[in-house]
């Protein structure tokens, strides 16, 4: 873990990508812990729609609240919906991804026409539908960006498991009379880290920007929280009086989906091994 | 079995599992049709009269007898009837749906015609200043959800022009191409900026990977001019993943784009599906969605048979 932190460190694009997501991991932080310049809910009448100044950095909104504020608590409840989401795709993926490549048959059948059938949905689209049907919030916008990107973790772990059951070490273990479990915990899982570490990078990449989406919609976080989506839907009708509520949750955006981009672009690389020799 | 005959008799299945799964998802959302339909005025409905409603758009039935007689009309052309439209859904979904495919198309003629280029010129300038950027603006441009960009173009264009879009009532290309173009340029932007980004680095990493192999070094040791090895040799093989590439997105936009439509008050697809579900109106939804996913299969499909027709070693290769 620490070495693979020292390679991302090392790579160019790497070292960037973790730099903004450690600048936003920890306003994603502050944000959450109600360590803001402000309280993001205070709403101060006399200093509405004002620009950028040394009280508030990011100038203040409709309401006048602080926008840097907002901000933080916003990212922080991106980054929530996003790790848990992704979290919930992942190991969901991983399991139906694994267990489809080792029984395959009836099973790898089932599983993966009914990926199929997910993936033939718009991803904003099923996940509108299943809101509306739980009602919008954290949880069920959690759950939502979960079984969008499912299908795409069971594929991704699917491929490389299907190869990896037929070599010879998983037949050794299996004749030493290893349990099935093990094997595929063991065996098949950790030679899927590598794909999987880049693919959950890239995950929380879509994830923060269907997130954002959501809540655009009205569909995600519900106002008075913060959220990156609402700011930018609120700030759609002051855009030509107060660009800065624009502007601070788009580059925030921007930046924060980025940072997921180039991490996972270095984790490619230093992942693979074909890479990683001309890395060296 | 050849795989995309394999793919074909998996096509139905798929289908069906679409068709089931927003039937059902549909009918849990909470609150019944009759009443989004009508929103305040349902009130006044006599018991009697919310009976005959119900009973006219097949309400009335259990699941079972609504999904197979909705499944018995699908399979004959009818989608149903829409309770916010009142009309027949196919009606509905050919009127929305030239937009979502003129959006589509536009956004993918701008990132082919963006993409392509640049990410040849970046992969032949390999780790010179103009490569690296290349790569920065295509990093940020996949960076950059598209109605982050819709937004911001919307602001520097009133802004810096002191001109909004034209967001009154849409104009089909038919009746007036121009009026139509003029709508249509900032969202297909809009759309085709990540789907750019996207062909560029595609593009880009083909090319370089491309470059190396054999048959370019061996051209170039013929005399071959360095360009001409270029367009004739490496580009025709370095288009391939692009073209897979491409036609995925476009099977995607092909769903609709439901926040830029939103932003740029489109009536597409994607917009009407939304508004279909938050109206819990069943046929429409169900309809709508059965339509962009049998497209989203179809543009799957013909892309896996172009990537076979494209790249010979794919053919012969059949398992």
Known sequence: ?280 | MPYPIKRLLVFPLVMLGVAIFVFVAIRLVPGDAITAMLGTESGLLTPAQRESLSAYFGLDQNWFVQFWRWLAGVLQGDLGISTTYGQPVMTIIWEHFPLTLELAVLSMLIALIIGIPAGIYAATNKDRPSDLIVRIVAMFGQSTPSFVVGLLLVYLLSVGFGVLPEMGTFVPITEDPVANLAQMILPAITLGTAFAAAVIRMSRSTMLDILQEDYVRTARSKGMPRRRVIWRHALPNALIPVITLSGVEFGYLLGGAVLVEQIFALPGLGRTVLNAILQRDYALVQGSVLFIAFNFMIVNLLVDLAYAALDPRIRFESK
Request: aromatic residues 10%; hydrophobic residues 55%.
């Open chain 1, 1 to 280: 873990m620490t070495a693979l932190l020292k390679d991302v460190a090392r790579h160019p694009s790497g070292r960037i990508g973790l730099a903004i997501f450690i600048v936003f991991l920890i306003a994603a932080i502050l944000g959450k812990t109600g360590l803001t310049p402000y309280d993001p809910l205070m709403q101060d009448r006399v200093a509405r729609l004002q620009g950028p100044s040394n009280a508030h950095w990011f100038g203040t909104d409709l309401f006048g609240r602080d926008v840097l504020s907002r901000l933080m608590e916003g990212i922080g409840q991106s980054f929530i919906i996003s790790f848990f989401s992704v979290g919930v795709a992942s190991l969901l993926g991983s399991v139906l991804g694994l267990t489809a490549a080792w029984f395959s048959g009836l099973w790898d059948g089932v599983v993966m026409r009914f990926m199929d059938v997910l993936l033939a949905f718009p991803a904003i689209l099923l996940a509108l539908l299943i809101i509306t049907i739980f009602g919008p919030g954290t949880w069920t916008s959690v759950l939502a960006i979960a079984i969008v990107y499912a299908p795409i973790f069971t594929r991704v772990m699917r491929g490389p498991a299907l190869s990896l059951r037929r070599r010879d070490f998983v037949d050794a273990a299996r004749t030493f009379g290893t349990s099935r479990s093990y094997i595929m915990t063991r065996h098949l899982g950790l030679n899927l880290v590598a794909p999987l570490t880049v693919q959950i990078t890239l995950a929380l990449a879509w994830a923060l920007v269907t997130e954002a989406g959501l809540s655009f919609l009205g569909l995600g976080t519900q106002p008075p929280n913060a959220s990156l989506g609402l700011m930018l839907a609120d700030a759609r009708n002051l855009m030509e009086m107060a660009p800065w509520l624009l502007w601070v949750p788009a580059i925030a955006l921007m930046l924060a989906v980025l940072s997921f981009n180039l991490l996972g672009d270095a984790l490619r690389d230093i992942l693979d091994p074909k890479t990683r020799r001309r890395l060296a």
